[in-house]
């Protein structure tokens, strides 16, 4: 008879080098110490870039990481605002992870914006759509400081309510997040805005983790990582959780943004750079009535710019984010 040892020790599933799931359920993230998944604390001033940053608790299980430009103090300007969702297949990363943390520093000093960097749960602990749900909530939590009086609740943060431009708000995900931000942009349609008083202005896609029907996409890894993480009835391209032109997908004519900026990597191992080109003709398709670009980065991999951000193609990229941003 196998006894808890047994079941601790053995594992059941490998994904690649991402991670290994045992018979007892848990879960062994297989994080590479020198690639930039390693925790960091917040800094309350930046070295390189002068930005601050600061955690927060916004529900019981959700909380993130907030970004402010330098200069701030003593301004009344309001500036844009971004919510970020960190990527890894919905089952890796953190807004924590010292990737993001240098990341958002150079993307928050260019874009002179406040950033919301947000820590959900992950897959397959948790059903991927208590994921949406938790990207929702510190969504609806960030959109709660747009009322007028200077503060109703205990849980608003002073960063976002004095120095805010809720005209200006956008959504952006890599790869896992970019699935959350499509997720998002369409539940933002169904309901009319995140609330009564704000709208979702931009969303960006970053090497979105998207799928469509291809030839050998079976045999890539983001699917069959899917394939794990989901529920059964969601185990498949037939699914709109993955792949937005899906039969029964809702129309993209739904999507509640006005502008869409769609970045692909040419030599993106996981997310083939073909999706990009489906996904803007289904959106054209669909009748949606705002602005869309898509950008196509020659000769990088998936999400180059979070990995090497000094680069000169990494920082054109953050400058095209910027200007996004900040409505230019």
Same mark, same amino acid.
């Given at each position: ?106 993307? +928050? ?97 970053? *090497? ?48 509640? *943004? ?24 289904? +959106? ?12 196509? +980065?020659?000769?990088?991999?998936? *999400? ?25």
């Amino acid at each position: 008879m196998a006894n808890s040892n047994d079941n601790n020790n053995e594992v059941v599933t490998q994904m690649d080098c991402w991670y290994r799931i045992y018979k007892n359920g848990r879960v062994e993230r297989l994080y590479d110490t020198n690639n930039l998944l390693t925790y960091v604390p917040p800094s309350l001033e930046d070295p390189q870039t002068g930005v601050s940053s600061k955690d927060v608790t916004i529900s019981p299980h959700v909380s993130a990481r907030l970004y402010l430009p330098k200069n701030t103090n003593n301004s009344t300007q309001k500036l844009p605002i971004f919510v970020y969702y960190h990527g890894g297949a919905l089952v890796l990363g953190s807004a924590f992870f010292n990737a993001y943390q240098r990341y958002l520093n150079v993307l +928050v000093s260019e874009s002179n914006a406040i950033a919301i960097s947000v820590e959900y749960r992950l897959a397959p602990e948790h059903d991927v759509t208590t994921i949406y749900e938790d990207s929702w909530t510190a969504l609806q939590w960030v959109a709660s400081h747009a009322n007028e009086k200077k503060f109703t609740s205990g849980n608003e943060d002073p960063w976002i309510k004095n120095y805010g431009d809720f005209s200006k708000l956008s959504i952006i995900g890599d790869s896992a997040g970019g699935n959350i931000v499509y997720h998002m942009a369409m539940r933002a349609g169904r309901e009319s805005g995140i609330n009564e008083k704000v709208a979702i202005n931009g969303s960006i896609f970053v *090497c979105p983790y998207l799928l469509v029907p291809l030839e050998n996409i079976e045999q890539n890894v983001s699917y069959k990582n899917w394939i794990i993480i989901s529920s059964p009835s969601e185990a498949g391209l037939h699914s709109p959780m993955i792949n937005p032109l899906a039969e029964n997908a809702p129309s993209l004519s739904q999507l509640g *943004c006005s502008r869409m900026l769609l970045c692909f990597a040419e030599k993106d191992e996981y997310i083939p750079k073909e999706i990009g080109v489906r996904l803007v003709e289904g +959106v054209k398709k669909s009748g949606w009535k705002g602005d869309l670009e898509l950008i196509e +980065v020659e000769d990088e991999g998936h *999400c180059f710019q979070l990995a090497n951000p000094e680069t000169e193609k990494s920082q054109d990229l953050i400058k095209r984010f910027a200007a996004f941003i900040q409505l230019k």
